[in-house]
């Protein structure tokens, strides 16, 4: 996958510090690889200048030109959004035949979401991960439903290679819930806010049921999941610094 100026897989216009074609990023057994492509001002991996080829870390700062599209595989690995893989990855076993449509629905969700972050998408708009990424979700599961078919642009777009699947991690997606995230919610909510919190994000319910659900009214649903959200955004900004 190329990034430039213009002409390459992912273009950013307006940089004139960045060449047309800038650099390549190549994914190998979950890591990416970095290189640049004879760039008039260089790319550099944290505070270095490359040369050759680099692999990068989770926390590793990329930039090229004047951008700096970092490396945001942390921000798909932060504390707080390690659960909401098991959320996504849960909500589409449900909704799936078979673990295997369920795993590769959930890399396809994740491939889409690391190019938005790369592409249009700023971490700080993100007020819940698990919301963010179901969203991405559904609308991979709705479009294997209307073509008939999993999709795989994403990933063919980051170069990642078809996922392969063992009997231990099929045995693994049978088993998944969202009970630990819940239990993990738990410690950082008062009860009536994880349950309106659940029942709005993960079963996708709407405030009128909730509310019939919770006997009160839809003005205190809302108000609850919003409290929620607000603590989960908070710890998620001490957690980050």
Known sequence: ??????????????????????????????????EDLGSTNG??????RITSPVWLDSDTELR?????PKARRDYLAHPLTRPAAYVVLAYLRRRTSSPEAAADLMAETFAAALLALHTNIE????EIPAAWLLGIARNKLFESYRRGRIEAAAR??????????????MALVEELSET???NALADLLPPDQLQALRARVIDER???EIARDMECSEAVVRKRVS?????????REEESS
């Open 1 to 34: 996958m190329t990034i430039g100026r213009e002409g390459a897989d992912i273009a950013v216009e307006g940089d004139t510090e960045m060449s047309r074609r800038h650099a390549r990023l190549r994914v190998e057994g979950g890591r990416v690889l970095v």
């Open 43 to 48: 790319t550099y991996v944290g505070d270095r």
């Open 64 to 68: 090229l030109g004047l951008s700096l």
């Open 123 to 126: 971490v700080e708009e993100i």
């Open 156 to 169: 063919e777009r980051l170069g990642l290679e078809p996922l392969v699947l063992d009997d231990t991690d």
């Open 180 to 182: 630990d995230v819940v």
């Open 206 to 208: 709407d405030y009128e």
């Open 227 to 235: 409290r929620a959200l607000r603590t989960l955004r908070a710890a």
